[in-house]
Nanobody
Framework: QLVESGGGLVQAGGSLRLSCAAS????????MGWFRQAPGKEREFVAT????????TYADSVKGRFTISRDNAKNMVYLQMNSLKPEDTAVYYCAAGGATWIDAKRYNYWGQGTQVTVSS
């Protein structure tokens, strides 16, 4: 089971740090991804990180503002979000999969999501 936390309401330009905790599953066995879904839109890729954390990939829309990281000893994955914009408003999901895919369909396990709202 994956559980996201850290979402909330923030003003444009602000920061949030999302966390993804795993229970009953060893995250070091998985590549991890963050995705988001805004109302009326499809779920979109945000960032992904390799098993050991040595490789990361970001969507162009968040590159330079968001940072994905992981602490396998704590069984945690994080998404640091800086310089937030109103268009970042969405439900954010973490996911576990076999490789650093950008296609959501390739991920096997998902959390329930955490809401991020950025006000202008």
């Amino acid at each position: 089971q994956l559980v996201e936390s850290g979402g909330g309401l923030v003003q444009a330009g602000g920061s949030l740090r999302l966390s993804c905790a795993a229970s009953g599953r060893t995250l070091s066995r998985y590549a991890m991804g963050w995705f988001r879904q805004a109302p009326g839109k499809e779920r979109e890729f945000v960032a992904t990180i390799s098993f050991g954390g040595g490789s990361t990939t970001y969507a162009d829309s968040v590159k330079g503002r968001f940072t994905i990281s992981r602490d396998n000893a704590k069984n945690m994955v994080y998404l640091q979000m800086n310089s937030l914009k109103p268009e970042d408003t969405a439900v954010y999901y973490c996911a576990a999969g076999g490789a650093t895919w950008i296609d959501a369909k390739r991920y096997n396990y998902w959390g329930q999501g955490t809401q991020v709202t950025v006000s202008s």
